[in-house]
């Protein structure tokens, strides 16, 4: 089978890296793809929002199966393109992807199905915004309503940071001409679950929790997330047990009620509050870098999964018991401005760890930074604590000057 993977990044290269363990899978192209990806993918070069190429591509090459990453790519409406030719694609319509692409979509889903979720209010215009401000005051949380690569939602702990954040969004469009969501401030720790999705059918994964901060000790701006773990041990067998039943099954029932069944993976971002667990976010993709601790635990053949939930069968889903943590490595300035074209070596003296790429690029013999998150390294243990040290045991024999990373990853478990 010859299957395309759409989008270039950390969580792609897991993808890829799963489904080259299947036996069904004789080849593998990534459009994009990067530097690490092309070790075990014919990368191809073409965007991830190139639709027409793409299906092109796909016809050209008779791909048997596209599984999708990025959430530009399903908004865009690539499912739905691919479908018209008759292609086997691996993703949410984009109907279904409004789920993430519009929080306004999401929230009026939630209240409108008895989803938990923060209390909350819509914006388009600024004055009518900081009015709601004054009325409610900080903390508050302020959502661009849009895409925006993880980095539209900021948790304002002052007036003067919600003020802020305002004027970006709806005076300066940071982020796009798009309408903003105030939200009630929700404390509890967060945790990512992800499920296969087919209609209402349900198949959940590893629990996992990643980090947004940029540095140490929870602090500095929120990025797209620095590392992930799984297991979660704050979260008891009950509290999982609600989350399937009562946010992740309900909302899969709630769009096909809606006229959009979800087809793919559905991501809740969730919070373990002292009302119950509410979600905070849903993502219509696998989510990024929890993909890249999940995917390796995943002992079953991936691409028997992405077929058997596209087409109506209940996939076999067997998960490795041990510990997974993995560490984003980023340019310094990251989240901000920062350089690319810097010279990483010592990756072929790494043992026992799995490297996935998330922004690099070839120089010849010479492998480059190339974007703000660069590398992601997982181990695997029985313990959380032996797969931490583990990984940062190995993370000091990389050498690259432009490089930083947390250390405290799994702080809230070990």
Same mark, same amino acid.
């Given at each position: 089978?010859?299957?395309?993977?759409?989008?270039?990044?950390?969580?792609?290269?897991?993808?890829?890296?799963?489904?080259?363990?299947?036996?069904?899978?004789?080849?593998?192209?990534?459009?994009?793809?990067?530097?690490?990806?092309?070790? &075990?993918?014919?990368?191809?070069?073409?965007?991830?929002?190139?639709?027409?190429?793409?299906?092109?591509?796909?016809?050209?090459?008779?791909?048997?199966l596209?599984?999708?990453g990025?959430?530009a790519?399903?908004?865009?409406g690539?499912?739905d *393109?691919?479908?018209?030719?008759?292609l086997? @694609?691996f993703?949410?319509? *984009?109907?279904?992807?409004? &789920?993430?692409?519009?929080?306004?979509?999401?929230?009026?889903?939630?209240?409108?199905?008895?989803?938990?979720?923060?209390?909350? #209010?819509?914006?388009?215009?600024y004055?009518?915004?900081?009015?709601y401000?004054?009325?409610?005051?900080?903390?508050i949380?302020?959502?661009?309503?849009?895409?925006?690569?993880?980095?539209?939602?900021?948790?304002?702990?002052?007036?003067?940071?919600?003020?802020?954040?305002?004027? $970006?969004?709806?005076? $300066?469009?940071?982020?796009? $001409?798009?309408?903003? &969501?105030?939200?009630?401030?929700?404390?509890?720790?967060?945790?990512?679950?992800?499920?296969f999705?087919?209609?209402?059918?349900?198949?959940?994964?590893?629990?996992?929790?990643?980090? =947004?901060?940029?540095?140490d000790n929870?602090?500095?701006?929120?990025?797209?997330?620095?590392?992930?773990?799984?297991?979660?041990?704050?979260?008891?067998?009950? $509290?999982?047990a609600?989350?399937?039943?009562?946010?992740?099954? =309900?909302? #899969?029932?709630?769009?096909? #009620?809606?006229?959009?069944?979800?087809?793919?993976?559905?991501?809740?971002?969730?919070?373990?509050?002292?009302?119950? &667990?509410?979600?905070?976010?849903?993502n219509?993709?696998?989510?990024?870098?929890?993909?890249?601790?999940?995917?390796?635990?995943?002992k079953?053949?991936?691409?028997?999964?992405?077929?058997?939930?596209?087409?109506?069968?209940?996939?076999?889903?067997?998960?490795?018991?041990?510990?997974? @943590?993995?560490? +984003?490595?980023?340019?310094?300035?990251?989240?901000?401005?920062?350089?690319?074209?810097i010279?990483?070596?010592?990756?072929?003296?790494?043992?026992?760890?799995?490297v996935?790429?998330?922004?690099?690029?070839?120089?010849?013999n010479?492998?480059?930074?190339?974007?703000?998150? +660069?590398?992601?390294?997982?181990?695997?243990?029985?313990?959380?604590s032996?797969?931490?040290?583990?990984?940062?045991?190995?993370i000091s024999?990389?050498?690259?000057?432009?490089?930083?990373?947390?250390?405290? @990853?799994?702080?809230?478990? +070990?």
């Amino acid at each position: 089978m010859k299957v395309l993977v759409i989008g270039g990044g950390g969580r792609e290269h897991a993808i890829c890296a799963a489904l080259k363990k299947s036996k069904k899978v004789d080849k593998i192209y990534c459009a994009s793809g990067n530097a690490g990806i092309a070790s &075990i993918a014919e990368c191809v070069s073409i965007g991830d929002t190139d639709i027409e190429a793409l299906a092109a591509f796909a016809k050209s090459r008779t791909i048997d199966l596209t599984v999708v990453g990025p959430e530009a790519s399903l908004a865009a409406g690539i499912v739905d *393109r691919f479908e018209d030719e008759g292609l086997k @694609i691996f993703g949410a319509s *984009r109907r279904a992807t409004q &789920i993430e692409s519009s929080k306004e979509f999401a929230k009026n889903l939630m209240r409108k199905y008895d989803i938990p979720t923060a209390k909350y #209010a819509i914006f388009a215009d600024y004055n009518e915004a900081i009015a709601y401000l004054e009325r409610h005051q900080a903390p508050i949380v302020i959502k661009y309503d849009g895409l925006a690569a993880g980095k539209g939602v900021v948790v304002a702990m002052t007036d003067n940071e919600a003020r802020n954040a305002l004027k $970006d969004m709806l005076l $300066d469009h940071k982020y796009g $001409d798009a309408k903003v &969501i105030m939200e009630e401030f929700m404390q509890g720790p967060e945790f990512s679950f992800m499920c296969f999705v087919g209609g209402e059918n349900v198949y959940p994964m590893a629990l996992a929790q990643d980090h =947004k901060r940029a540095f140490d000790n929870d602090q500095g701006p929120n990025t797209g997330g620095m590392g992930a773990y799984s297991p979660l041990p704050f979260i008891t067998y009950e $509290d999982r047990a609600f989350a399937l039943e009562g946010i992740m099954k =309900k909302t #899969a029932k709630a769009l096909v #009620a809606e006229g959009c069944p979800f087809y793919g993976v559905l991501y809740g971002g969730l919070m373990k509050t002292a009302g119950g &667990i509410k979600v905070i976010e849903f993502n219509a993709r696998f989510g990024d870098p929890e993909t890249e601790v999940v995917l390796p635990l995943l002992k079953s053949d991936i691409f028997e999964v992405f077929n058997d939930v596209i087409d109506g069968r209940t996939p076999v889903l067997e998960w490795d018991t041990r510990a997974a @943590i993995g560490f +984003v490595l980023a340019s310094k300035g990251y989240p901000e401005s920062y350089d690319k074209g810097i010279e990483i070596k010592g990756l072929d003296s790494l043992q026992g760890v799995e490297v996935y790429h998330m922004g690099t690029k070839s120089d010849g013999n010479r492998l480059l930074t190339n974007g703000g998150r +660069v590398l992601f390294v997982t181990a695997l243990a029985d313990t959380l604590s032996d797969a931490r040290k583990h990984a940062i045991t190995q993370i000091s024999k990389i050498e690259c000057k432009n490089l930083f990373y947390r250390r405290d @990853i799994g702080y809230q478990a +070990v």
